[in-house]
């Protein structure tokens, strides 16, 4: 079974703190998600990461896929309170790119 | 330009009831999915479909039937339904290419009594 663990699970910090969510595996992605959902909404987009090594960056929001392409990392600076709401990740095995393997879920709420 | 749309937004359904949630996309993707939500359980996939007239099984497809109708819309049936059923239901839709990001739309939140 191919699995995503995504941590932490729950996150609670003051306005303008920085904090980062990991997203980790075993199996080699062809490319990795990161995405928002919030309350009473289907989840959307922020970035997508095809390239080991690489980093985009999102306004505050700095994503790197890892060298293997089995794990990435979301940074936030200076969190704001409009950051809040719960962060996906979402990997597509090779060969296989219709299909997501998701992670739990970073429920991060961030206090002003 | 409506992107994913989902009906019903809210459903309660008595043990044993059946009903049909219904999406449509207007993006002209070939791949759309259904998906369950559940506190602690993340996104689980129900069914998919690569294309029109083709679909197949995901993680949780016991007690669910799927009808991929045209391109542009893709139904979740409930036969009989079970209190286990009770969750938040996600359709999403996909461009082919490498990196394609899944929409979704707004949700059905839906009780089982």
Known sequence: TQLLEQSPQFLSIQEGENLTVYCNSSSVFSSLQWYRQEPGEGPVLLVTVVTGGEVKKLKRLTFQFGDARKDSSLHITAAQPGDTGLYLCAGAVAGNNRKLIWGLGTSLAVNP | ?113
């Not at chain 2, 002209?28 to 479909?49: A, C, E, F, K, V």
């Not at chain 2, 294309?51 to 542009?72: A, F, I």
Request: charge should be positive; proline fraction near 4%; hydrophobic fraction near 25%.
């Open chain 2, 1 to 113: 330009n409506a992107g994913v749309t989902q009906t019903p937004k809210f459903q309660v359904l008595k043990t044993g009831q059946s009903m049909t949630l219904q999406c449509a996309q207007d993006m002209n993707h070939n791949s759309m999915y259904w998906y369950r939500q559940d506190p602690g359980m993340g996104l689980r996939l129900i069914y998919y479909s690569a294309s029109e007239g083709t679909t197949d099984k995901g993680e949780v497809p016991n007690g669910y039937n799927v009808s991929r109708l045209n391109k542009r819309e893709f139904s979740l049936r409930l036969e009989s339904a079970a209190p286990s059923q009770t969750s938040v239901y996600f359709c999403a839709s996909r461009g082919d290419y490498r990196g394609g990001e899944q929409y979704f739309g707004p949700g059905t939140r839906l009780t089982v009594t």
